[in-house]
């Protein structure tokens, strides 16, 4: 697979450098290689990539205000961020600063002055690492039959996204789906119409689901689970009920259930910031929603709202 990765225009590399004339030389060594992006301050960096990650950082050890060395060590240890590889491009190439470069968590040092094509290929190298990482860890989090997020990915997500929201002192809404009477479905259409409606309800919550930090995952049999980030209570349910009426209107036969068609039921709730001390929580908060929408009559969603401490 590795060997496979050849085009990496697309991939971003973020220069972090307070020298114009150093950025100008780097951005020239890659031209060509990858995307290039560049700021001049350990601050702007991280702000940057909190924004959008880039695939690899370029780091400068001596910046004006946050050093380079302090950077490293707090983007190591952001659960957002700690997944970008940091080379350091420094002139202090001796051994002490090496274990130093190390152990704040960086994947590589250039000394300067810089060797053109030793630049290269070392963020060649770390780029296609990186774009292999993101494969594997693709597949590994995908749900083989729906081709949405699995429950591996959700159990990881929940938590990182509630952590985030926290600092953020944003709320997370949290929407469990599942399909109305589908062990009936099964056994009069047998797994393989099973299988069609699972894949149905799949690309129905995602075409719903349009903003790019939404995510959708298959969290157990005919059940869903979908992840709204800095999502209102209104915005929530309306998501929520909007799947619930695109499923319905797919019309697939269903004749065990009061519909006739297959639907499903929704529960809401929405993590303000300070309403709940942790995930698990909020999560069993929606399926009590999830619940209610089942024995309030199916085909709906049903918000449990919970007002901050």
């Keep these: 697979m590795f060997k496979e990765i050849d085009d990496l225009s697309d991939s971003l590399v973020l220069i972090v450098e307070d020298s114009a004339l150093t950025q100008k030389v780097l951005s020239a060594c890659l031209e060509g290689l990858c995307k290039v992006d560049a700021v001049d301050c350990a601050e702007d960096a991280i702000d940057y990539c909190l924004k959008s990650a880039p695939d690899l950082i370029l780091m400068d050890w001596i910046l004006g205000g946050m050093t380079g060395l302090e950077a490293c060590k707090k983007i190591q240890a952001m659960d957002e961020l700690n997944e970008i590889p940091i080379i350091f491009v420094t002139s202090n190439t001796n051994e002490n600063q090496q274990e130093l470069c190390w152990d704040a968590g960086a994947v590589d040092f250039l000394g300067k002055p810089i060797v053109a094509r ?23 989090f995908f749900d083989g ?9 959700f159990d990881m997500e929940c938590k990182r996204l509630f952590r985030q929201n926290l600092r953020q002192q944003q709320c997370l809404s949290v929407i469990m789906l599942d399909i109305d009477y589908f062990k009936l479905f099964n056994d009069k259409y047998g797994h393989l119409q099973g299988d069609d409606a699972l894949k149905d309800v799949a690309k129905i919550a995602m075409k719903m689901v ?3 930090l939404d995510s959708v995952f298959r969290y157990g049999g005919e059940e869903f689970a979908v992840l709204l980030p800095n999502t209102s209570e209104e915005g929530a349910l309306k998501i929520a009920q909007s799947i619930v009426n695109a499923v319905k209107g797919l019309e697939i ?3 065990k259930s009061q519909f006739d068609v ?3 039921s929704a529960g809401v709730a929405v993590g303000h910031y300070g309403a709940y001390d942790n995930i698990e929580d909020l999560i069993q908060k929606a399926d009590e929603g999830l619940y209610l929408a089942k024995t309030n009559g199916r085909d709906q969603a049903y918000l449990i709202a919970k007002e901050p401490k």
């Design 145 to 153: 039959l729906t081709e949405v997020f699995n429950r591996r990915y």
């Design 262 to 264: 297959v639907t499903v």
């Design 253 to 255: 036969p269903h004749c």
């Design 210 to 212: 349009n903003r790019p």
């Design 118 to 140: 030793t630049l290269v290929n070392r963020v060649r190298t770390h780029l296609k690492y990186k774009r292999q990482t993101d494969i594997l860890k693709q597949y590994s």
